[in-house]
């Protein structure tokens, strides 16, 4: 449908077509809700695959990344050959025009306001079309925008003096761009391991972490699920600042990651502090224990041998600074309404609704921040929002 024929008002508005928007969109369809005039999903992207459909080729869905089925069509068994950003984009597609959900895309939600600041009364969403901006209200908003549009660089002092190349982990695209240089790999969770390893090669690779890497001898089964999040629901039920994942989940003890600990390509040398023209300066960690939560709750190092840093002071000369140090919840469309605490954080009544504005429900958010959780986030949401 074009975006013409958008109507001035929703009962409620979806935000996001990954995961957790496709899944609550079904839901509400199947509580009886019309698409295009109950609902709407508007989606920023061009088309169909949430932020799957901008990850790397090298990324397949195997033993360390996967995706959940999706209510009402199983997603089936993956093809390893190829890559994710394929399969779940046609996954995807197949499943918007299956059920016949109302996709509006390109369609970027420029912010959410409510009347005169008061937490009652229909929202009003300004969205971002390719012909102009337009405006529109609705009684609920599901926001399933997840964290890819906002990946987090911390600040270090002299990064913008960098006369190399800096890059996120949205930025990557093959390993071979790294051919011949030194790069600095940032951060300490899965993505960097795996990068790590695939960049070694085809550069020479530093890995820098805030803390010893956080290798966890603890078998990754249904009740480690559980256990995380459970850890990250006492965070988001209080309105703390999620924790960084890799801190809750630990690193698996699998071989690769431990052959890649015994050749030394995944051994942290500390973290950086300052960085110059051409190089890096290693400053003090910020701890010599693992400091894990959750599942991954402990300080001793499983894999000492991993963690090697620096002495203060010391300065390294590196061509890349490769930064794997995660991702925000992207809720910046949403300042307006003042969800955020004194924590940092939005308090969460539960897992999908926000305990300060009944009309607002984060689908995907905190503890259900996961290829499993945002299916069910989804459902919860979708079966809510359509009581109300």
Not at 62 to 71: E, V
Not at 80 to 105: C, D, H, I, K, W
Not at 310 to 320: I, M, Q, R, S, Y
């Amino acid at each position: 449908m074009p975006a013409a024929s958008l109507r001035d008002h929703y009962p409620a508005v979806i935000v996001g077509a990954g995961q957790a928007g496709l899944a609550a969109a079904h839901t509400l369809q199947t509580r009886g809700l019309k698409p295009w005039v109950d609902y709407v999903v508007l989606d920023a992207n061009e088309g169909a695959g949430g932020a799957w459909r901008h990850r790397w080729d090298s990324l397949t869905l195997g033993k360390a990344h996967g995706i959940a089925s999706l209510p009402g069509m199983p997603f089936g068994r993956a093809d390893e050959t190829v890559p994710a950003s394929v399969l779940v984009e046609r996954y995807y597609g197949e499943y918007e025009q299956e059920f016949g959900l109302p996709m509006l895309r390109p369609a970027r939600v420029h912010r959410v306001t409510s009347p005169e600041g008061l937490r009652e009364g229909p929202l009003a969403i300004e969205i971002d079309l390719a012909d102009g901006r337009r405006s529109l209200t609705a009684d609920r908003l599901l926001n399933a925008t997840g964290t890819w549009t906002n990946p987090f660089v911390p600040h270090i002092p002299g990064i913008g003096s960098f006369a190399g190349e800096q890059l996120h982990t949205v930025g990557y695209t093959r390993a071979e761009d790294f051919a011949g240089r030194r790069t600095l790999v940032v951060g300490g969770g899965l993505s960097a391991v795996q990068f790590l390893l695939e960049l070694a090669p085809h550069t020479e690779t530093i890995w820098a972490t805030r803390r010893p890497p956080n290798f966890t001898d603890r078998g990754f089964d249904a009740g480690w699920g559980l256990a995380v999040e459970r850890a990250v629901k006492e965070r988001t039920f209080a309105g703390e600042p999620t924790a960084s994942v890799v801190r809750t989940t630990g690193i698996p003890l699998w071989e690769p990651y431990v052959e890649g600990v015994r050749d030394g390509l995944l051994v942290s040398r500390g973290m950086i502090d300052s960085v110059g023209t051409t190089s890096v300066r290693f400053g003090e960690p910020d701890s010599h224990l693992a400091e894990g939560l959750g599942p991954a709750a402990h300080d001793d190092l499983v894999l000492p041998e991993s963690w090697r840093p620096f002495p203060a002071g010391h300065e390294l000369e590196v061509d890349v600074i490769f930064w794997n140090t995660g991702f925000r919840p992207a809720l910046r469309h949403l300042a307006p309404l003042k969800l955020r605490g004194a924590g940092g954080g939005v308090r969460m009544a539960d897992e999908v609704r926000v305990a300060d504005d009944e009309r607002v429900f984060l689908v995907g958010y905190g503890s259900t921040a996961s290829t499993v959780g945002a299916t069910r986030a989804g459902r919860l949401a979708g079966r809510l929002a359509a009581q109300e």
